[in-house]
């Protein structure tokens, strides 16, 4: 012990299992270096029997520390509340190597940063509390009712505001949410939800929430920690509307944790507007229905999604998009392509949705229907027949490396001509030649008919016609 630094954890019996989990956690890091030790030194006036059994059941639970045994020399307990100002609450008292205290209490930054809180001295809390952690630690010590759940980290939502309404129906929902059997499968502690409003305008806590959300709102506000981390907030629109919608994103948390479901549905929720409605967007539309979608859009992946009722097509397409996702010219890249099938005639919510998604391929088909969407950006939609019959041209330009390669096609002669001949102006324009840009035009024929169908060059189209207004910011 005298070349060791040391953990004087200094406490009544009356210590919860969640207490010395934590430190067993700290003493199974810090033993790997074997630099540290954790001493108990369990304080009590008068040892009954009573007393002395709960000494030894929780002495069970701490297989590797040191541990003074019926400790109550007066003068010794008196030095300790003296000296380390110990009042029946535990402490924990870091000693370094030459006996020299370098801090005189560090449990509340062990609960709140756990090992990002070592090597425990007063001068890491105090970087601690002014950065990644500060706000644990203003709950640690301004909202003590909270501080067992946060040690054991549990979900909790901290709200307030002054509509009484909002705040009854953000409970409410907060309560269905951590009912909800998808909360209770995935094993995720159970929420708790607080009002901490009723407090005055000096009161630290309330500062902090201030601080954080930066704004003032006629709603309210709401809070999202995870033990003592914060995680996210907002206004209470805004996270209401995310628990409202709850049905939406559940089916994430199994996947990738309630958290970052929580946060994954919150950044796409100012476009739910645009994402219901849009003509470029396919979004929320889709997430009922294929739950990893909102990870996809996330990641800004490149998403077919098609169905119809022509099941040799559906297996044919699947096929050439699964050989599209795994070629090598496409991985090189780094693009990524998944791919989901709706199935045809469902009722009701399902039959809805696939109303809208052929409303973006412009014409119902007898083979199928596919839209590609880039995240939640659709690019472009068309007939099974069509968009299949570009995969399957990927072989003819795949190898044209270093070029941007045009495809393009479909049955309005007008439309085509027009199209070249603007295509052929961009290879020809001095800004392109100037920058050692390649382009190379690919007219697809097609037998699909209609004049609104153009195949896939209606998203090429829009682009070409932008290219006056930003070509002259190409090149530097």
Known sequence: MKIKNVLLWISGLDISSVDISILNSIYEELSKEDQYKIVWIPIEEKWTDDMLKKFYMLRSKMPTWYIVHNYSFKLGIKYIKERWQFKDKPIVVVMNTQGIVVHPNALRMINVSRMNAFPFTTNKEAQLSIRDDWFGYLIFDNFTTMTQSMKEEKHIFLYGGMNEKWKKRFNDKAYVLRKDPMIVDAKISRFLSTMIDKRTESDPLTQAVQKVLSYKTQSGWALLCKGFKLVNHGNGTTILQVLEDFDNWKQL????????????????????????????????????????????????????????????????????????????????????????????????????????????????????????????????????????????????????????????????????????????????????????????????????????????????????????????????
Request: proline content about 2%; hydrophobic content about 35%; overall charge neutral.
């Open 253 to 476: 948390v199994p996947e990738i944790g309630l958290v970052n479901s929580f946060k994954d549905y919150k950044k796409i929720l100012p476009q739910k507007e645009e994402l219901f409605n849009g003509e470029d967007c396919i979004g929320l539309h889709m997430i009922n229905h294929i739950p990893k979608l909102l990870t996809w859009i996330q990641e800004g992946k490149y998403i077919f999604i098609y169905g119809g009722f022509d099941e040799e097509w559906r297996n044919q397409f699947a096929k050439r998009v699964e050989a599209l996702a795994k070629d090598h010219v496409i991985q090189d890249a780094k693009i990524s392509i998944v791919m989901s099938c709706v199935e045809m005639g469902c009722k009701g919510k399902d039959d809805r949705l696939q109303k809208f998604l052929s409303s973006r391929t412009h014409k119902n088909t007898e083979s199928g229907w596919v839209v590609l969407s880039k995240g939640s950006k659709l690019v472009d939609g068309g007939n099974g027949t069509t968009i299949l019959k570009v995969i399957e041209e990927f072989n003819n330009w795949r190898w044209h490396e270093g070029k941007h390669i045009f495809i393009f096609g479909g049955e309005d002669k007008e439309w085509i001509n027009h199209f070249t001949k603007k295509a052929e102006a961009l290879t020809k324009d001095p800004v392109i030649q100037k920058a050692k840009i390649f382009i190379e035009l690919h007219h697809l024929t097609t037998k699909s008919k209609g004049k609104h169908d153009n195949g896939i060059a209606g998203h090429f189209w829009y682009e070409l016609e932008l290219f006056s207004n930003y070509k002259p910011c190409t090149v530097q």
